[in-house]
């Protein structure tokens, strides 16, 4: 069983910078690509970003390329979500997730993830 715990999230102001990480315990074999999504009270789950198993190829969301980065860790069994320029439509519970080991491209799409976090809540007040 796999085991993710995000932390950082806490209310900023627009424009500021925040990372998020997110750690993986259990059978938490680094040989999985991995994601973050986020999700509002208003909103459906939405893909923010992913990474391979190397680390080498990432893919963002429209709204997030070129403010957010993902980066991990392999070593810590850890996956980074750096944020700058946050907006206040930032504002969310940011998750990280595992990828399903059969499928081998990064995806965006939720359903070809299989193990969630509980969540950190962003918020980013204006």
């Known amino acids: 069983q796999v085991q993710l715990k995000e932390s950082g999230g806490r209310l900023v102001q627009a424009g500021d910078s925040l990372t998020l990480s997110c750690e993986a315990s259990?059978?938490?074999?680094?040989?999985?690509?991995k994601g973050w999504f986020r999700q509002t009270p208003v909103k459906e789950r939405e893909f923010v970003a992913a990474?391979?198993?190397?680390?080498?190829?990432?893919s963002y969301a429209d709204s997030v390329k070129g403010r957010f980065t993902i980066s991990r860790d392999n070593t810590k069994n850890t996956v980074d979500l750096q944020m700058s320029n946050l907006k206040p439509e930032d504002t969310a519970v940011y998750y990280c997730?595992?990828?399903?080991?059969?499928?081998?491209?990064?995806?965006?799409?939720?359903?070809?993830?299989?193990?969630w976090g509980q969540g950190t809540q962003v918020t980013v007040s204006s």
């Open positions: 997730a595992t990828q399903k080991p059969t499928i081998r491209e990064i995806s965006a799409d939720e359903n070809d993830y299989n193990h």
């Open positions: 259990g059978r938490a074999s680094p040989s999985y690509n």
């Open positions: 990474i391979s198993t190397s680390g080498l190829r990432t």
